[in-house]
């Protein structure tokens, strides 16, 4: 059974700090990882995804991959209210999985003023 | 850009009536999954479908069932719908690189 662990927060950060979301996982066999975003009542809305080990970078976004230490992270630069939302890590595990992933929790972010 | 468009934002059905969740993606996806999501417990995998006319069951598929007859749209049945069957219901679709796509979600109140 693949274990996708996030501390559920609350985050709570200032405008323009960095966030940190953290995500671990116990599938060593990972390959895929995802970050969601999902403002309340709304569905999860896709916003970085990461194959290998490293950063990726998309605008105020990183993602961060670990497959040794098995985790994943996201940075939110410039943190905005706006981005104030649950954060889903999921990952995807290969193999003949049909592309279904695993989700996290969440983690619910609030960016104050 | 991926459309993943669901029937239905809000629905309210009697308990007993047979409720049909309809979802359709443009991307010519070959996965499609119906989830549901309640507070606390996260998002969970009722089915999904890797080709036409095939699916298979996910981690919740008790009281529910689906269809697949093209391969653009995948269909979530509730055979006899129950007030536990209260929930946000959402489809997602995903392609080659397993990005999943959701639709809006059909908030699902069953009296």
């Known amino acids: 059974q693949k274990e996708v662990e996030q501390n559920s927060g609350p985050l709570s950060v200032p405008e323009g700090a960095i966030a940190s979301l953290n995500c671990t996982y116990s599938?060593?066999?990972?390959?895929?990882f995802f970050w969601y975003r999902q403002y309340s009542g709304k569905s999860p809305e896709l916003i970085m995804s990461i194959y290998s080990n490293g950063d990726k970078e998309d605008g105020r976004f990183t993602a961060q991959l670990n497959k040794a230490s098995q985790y994943v992270s996201l940075l939110i630069r410039d943190s905005q209210p706006s981005d104030s939302a649950t954060y889903l890590c999921a990952l995807e595990g290969g193999g003949t999985s049909y592309g279904k992933l695993t989700f996290g929790q969440g983690t619910i972010l609030t960016v104050h003023p | 850009d991926v459309k993943v468009t669901q029937s239905s934002r809000y629905l309210v059905k009697r308990t007993g009536e047979k409720v049909f969740l309809e979802c359709v993606q443009d991307?010519?996806?070959?996965?499609m999954f119906w989830y549901r999501q309640d507070p606390g417990l996260g998002l969970r995998l009722i089915y999904f479908?890797?080709?036409?006319?095939?699916?298979e069951k996910g981690d919740i598929p008790e009281g529910y069932s689906v269809s697949r007859e093209k391969k653009e749209r995948f269909s979530l049945i509730l055979e006899s719908a129950s007030t536990n069957q209260t929930s946000m219901y959402l489809c997602a679709s995903t392609g080659f690189s397993y990005e999943q796509y959701f639709g809006p979600g059909t908030r699902l109140t069953v009296t």
């Open positions: 991307m010519d996806h070959e996965n």
């Open positions: 479908s890797y080709d036409v006319k095939m699916k």
């Open positions: 599938d060593r066999g990972s390959q895929s």
